[in-house]
């Protein structure tokens, strides 16, 4: 791959063939389905499991919590390696539904590069535009996929302006659909001149693919109904006119985005995508830290903790934590600094994921996600090094927009409901604060579906009814700044106070006033809606 940015020495042949990189998309745009098809071509699974077929066949096999089967909606991110024609693909499920964006944020940091898949007959949606921004931000490598071609969908033209447009992005496509919806028969492959078709007959067959030389080749009228034929040549002549050429460049630097049409339950156009993923991705990036930058062919092993999931195994009570390695070449049952308690670690029984199935990780490198159970020492945002005081940055905490005080059904489970709330707060699936004046707790989430789904995994994961009711509070903001002055804010506020699950100080309003009130009244303080995971 080319890499002329930066004179960084070539990284081993491990790592260099690592991908790492995340699905993003608008709830429904068909990302699971998508998921599954990867699996499937990465031959980590034999059958594709239709995301809305029926009865025991619709469990698809990357959700595994009970609600996201009951709904079919991806809710918590999962991660999943496996092997494509040379590559180790590192794939990060994020969920889709805005209620679940800080999940998909810090995931974000975790990844090297980012998948889009945007639905053919909606184009961009507000969702994608959010995560893309995110994307933005780290200067992520994006490459497009505009799926569900095979339904009535929009003119390829005008989606890819809208592209250019809401994203301000370069857009060049790595392919072209042949006909649209029911005429959809496949697409041309743009990049190496070859005609793609669909087989509508066998949704897990892989497409048949045919060579031809450039668009005049007599062997397309062979395959492609005359109509058809004409409308391709006319707008891919005047795609290679008006759209940029493919810059590999531009494309690792964030500036660019190749786009390919298909239609994932039709496992179609998804090949292409992963050729796609190996051939223009990026190899696994250097992690920005304190006090240095940690870069992948450091003979030193490090890694951080991205996400933390709790009860994944309802029979076992336990916690896994998701690292992405971020250096040198980790084996199992080696011995780790774990930076936030200078404690060591020693690593015995690292798992790697294919979707609900784990292995034994015997060993993992710089790109790769694993996973260590352990029973709540490992947070979101911890650093695991050999010995050296490096912690990664960059993983961000927001502040919630909805707060609800939580009660156990049973007042005398009060302590379990504390166990579950921090459980949960560690996971990073809620804010719970705990007011400096009477009791219970306050949990605060970015969206409402949040909350039902706390409900149900709470009673589900610890037999414990509970009920969330209004809170009088709207919004909450982490204080900080000199010790004598934020002594003096919270004595004068104690009704608004209260403690998040790492022990710092919140401040809990009701109205906006509240907060211009304070940035007046107390200048040498500061209140943020975010603060870095786990200082």
């Known amino acids: 791959m080319l890499d002329s940015v930066t004179n960084r020495?070539?990284?081993?042949?491990?790592?260099?063939?690592?991908?790492?990189?995340?699905?993003i998309s608008h709830p429904d745009a068909?990302?699971?389905?998508?998921?599954?098809?990867?699996?499937?071509?990465?031959?980590?699974?034999?059958?594709?499991?239709?995301?809305?077929?029926?009865?025991?066949?619709?469990?698809?096999?990357?959700?595994?919590?009970?609600?996201?089967?009951?709904?079919?909606?991806?809710?918590?991110?999962?991660?999943m390696s496996f092997d494509f024609s040379g590559f180790r693909f590192n794939l990060v499920d994020t969920p889709g539904h805005s209620d679940f964006s800080e999940d998909t944020y810090r995931t974000l940091t975790a990844v090297d590069a980012a998948v889009m898949v945007i639905d053919g007959a909606k184009g961009v949606e507000s969702q994608t535009q959010k995560l893309f921004e995110v994307c933005r931000?780290?200067?992520?490598p994006i490459l497009t996929f505009c799926n569900k071609m095979d339904r009535e969908s929009r003119d390829t033209f005008e989606i890819i302006d809208e592209i250019q447009e809401m994203l301000a992005i370069?857009?060049?496509?790595?392919?072209?659909?042949?006909?649209?919806?029911?005429?959809?028969?496949?697409?041309?492959?743009?990049?190496?001149d070859r005609l793609e078709l669909m087989d509508r007959a066998d949704r897990n067959k892989v497409a048949e693919s045919i060579e031809i030389n450039g668009l005049d080749d007599p062997k397309l009228a062979e395959h492609v109904p005359a109509h058809l034929l004409e409308k391709l040549l006319e707008e891919v002549e005047m795609a290679r006119e008006l759209l940029p050429?493919?810059?590999?460049?531009?494309?690792l630097e964030g500036h660019m985005t190749p786009i390919w049409f298909g239609s994932a339950i039709n496992s179609f156009g998804v090949k292409e995508l992963m050729d796609g993923i190996g051939k223009y991705g990026p190899e696994p990036q250097p992690q920005s830290a304190e006090p240095r930058q940690v870069a992948p062919d450091e003979k030193k092993v490090a890694g951080f903790v991205f996400k933390v999931q709790a009860n994944m195994d309802p029979k076992h009570r336990d916690r896994v934590a998701f690292v992405r390695m971020a250096s040198g070449h980790f084996k199992r049952g080696m011995k780790l600094t774990h930076v936030r308690t200078k404690k060591?670690?020693?690593?015995?029984?690292?798992?790697?994921f294919l979707a609900s199935d784990r292995e034994l990780a015997e060993e993992a490198w710089a790109g790769d996600i694993i996973?260590?159970?352990?029973?709540?020492?490992?947070?979101?945002?911890?650093?695991?090094?050999?010995?050296?005081?490096?912690?990664?940055?960059?993983?961000?905490?927001?502040?919630?927009?909805?707060?609800q005080g939580v009660r156990a059904g049973d007042p005398m489970k009060a302590k379990h409901l504390e166990k579950a709330l921090m459980q949960f707060a560690e996971e990073g699936a809620a804010k719970v604060f705990k007011p400096s004046i009477g009791s219970g707790f306050i949990v605060g989430v970015v969206g409402q579906l949040q909350f039902e789904v706390l409900a149900s995994r709470i009673e589900m994961e610890y037999g414990l009814p509970v009920r969330f009711e209004a809170s009088q509070f709207t919004s909450a903001r982490w204080v900080s700044g000199d010790k004598a002055a934020v002594e003096k804010f919270t004595n004068a506020n104690k009704q608004h106070i209260a403690h998040d699950h790492d022990g710092?100080?919140?401040?809990?309003?009701?109205?906006?006033?509240?907060?211009?009130?304070?940035?007046?009244?107390?200048?040498?303080?500061?209140?943020?809606?975010?603060?870095e995971m786990m200082v």
Request: glycine residues 8%; proline residues 7%; charged residues 25%.
């Open 371 to 403: 996973g260590i159970p352990n029973h709540g020492q490992l947070r979101i945002g911890d650093t695991l090094t050999e010995g050296e005081a490096i912690r990664v940055t960059g993983i961000p905490s927001f502040a919630p927009e909805l707060l």
């Open 344 to 352: 060591p670690m020693a690593v015995s029984n690292p798992v790697l």
């Open 170 to 192: 370069d857009v060049t496509p790595a392919s072209w659909p042949i006909g649209v919806g029911r005429d959809f028969i496949g697409c041309y492959d743009m990049l190496r």
């Open 137 to 140: 931000l780290r200067d992520l």
């Open 245 to 251: 050429a493919l810059d590999p460049q531009s494309v």
């Open 30 to 79: 068909g990302k699971t389905t998508l998921t599954e098809k990867f699996l499937l071509y990465g031959g980590a699974i034999q059958m594709a499991g239709q995301v809305r077929a029926k009865g025991e066949a619709r469990r698809t096999r990357s959700d595994f919590m009970q609600m996201e089967k009951d709904r079919g909606i991806s809710v918590s991110a999962s991660a």
């Open 504 to 531: 710092d100080i919140v401040y809990l309003t009701r109205l906006q006033w509240d907060i211009d009130r304070v940035v007046r009244d107390y200048p040498d303080l500061n209140l943020t809606a975010t603060k």
């Open 9 to 23: 020495p070539e990284l081993p042949p491990e790592i260099a063939r690592r991908r790492t990189f995340a699905i």
